[in-house]
């Protein structure tokens, strides 16, 4: 048996894994000061409902995260202060982000945090680690397609260029 042999918890985190889970706290106090914040802009009840959702991950994350860094000595990144609720009527409309503006980052953030969970899955040798972040991908995967079906249907969706005429197979 080697040192990496017993309870996956008992085994020392590497460097890597303990870099990705604080980074994963600290995205993710990012992301609650963000979507509050979006929260207050949002006009569009279907976005409103999917910020709340990302906020209940975000905030799961921050506590998953920062107990296993804890557990393992390691002292976790600072929580942004709560911002507190604005009516949206009171932002002027020049400051204001629209909903499609909110929708588009919400959709690069979630894409964003698909691949930073598939990266902390290939690194981790302690299997609890790669399951929790496998859990992760797994929900962003479920809020992303709620996102893209959501900005296909409101009409956000601002799709790259798509290829309408194909060539003809006989020129080539």
């Known amino acids: 048996m080697g040192i990496l042999s017993d309870n996956p918890k008992n085994e020392p985190l590497h460097y890597g894994e303990i870099f990705s889970v604080w980074q994963c706290s600290m995205a993710a106090k990012g992301f609650v000061s963000c979507y509050q914040a979006y929260l207050n802009h949002a006009g569009d009840k279907d976005l409103k409902k999917v910020l709340d959702d990302l906020l209940d991950q975000a905030k799961l994350e921050i506590k998953e995260c920062d107990t296993l860094l804890t557990e393992n000595g390691i002292a976790p ?9 604005v009516k949206l009527e009171d932002i002027p409309a020049g400051a204001r982000f629209t909903d499609p503006e909110i929708a ?7 894409s964003l945090g698909l691949v930073a969970a598939s990266q902390v899955m290939g690194q ?9 972040f496998a859990k ?3 929900t962003k995967t479920a809020l992303g397609v709620r996102i893209l079906q ?4 409101k009409g956000w969706l601002v799709p790259p260029p798509l290829q309408i005429k194909r060539p003809d197979s006989d020129e080539a």
């Open 104 to 110: 588009a980052k919400i959709a690069a953030d979630t």
């Open 77 to 85: 990144a600072p929580m942004l202060p709560e911002r507190p609720p």
């Open 150 to 153: 959501m900005n296909k249907e």
């Open 136 to 138: 992760y991908h797994l």
């Open 124 to 132: 981790s040798i302690r299997e609890d680690v790669g399951a929790l």
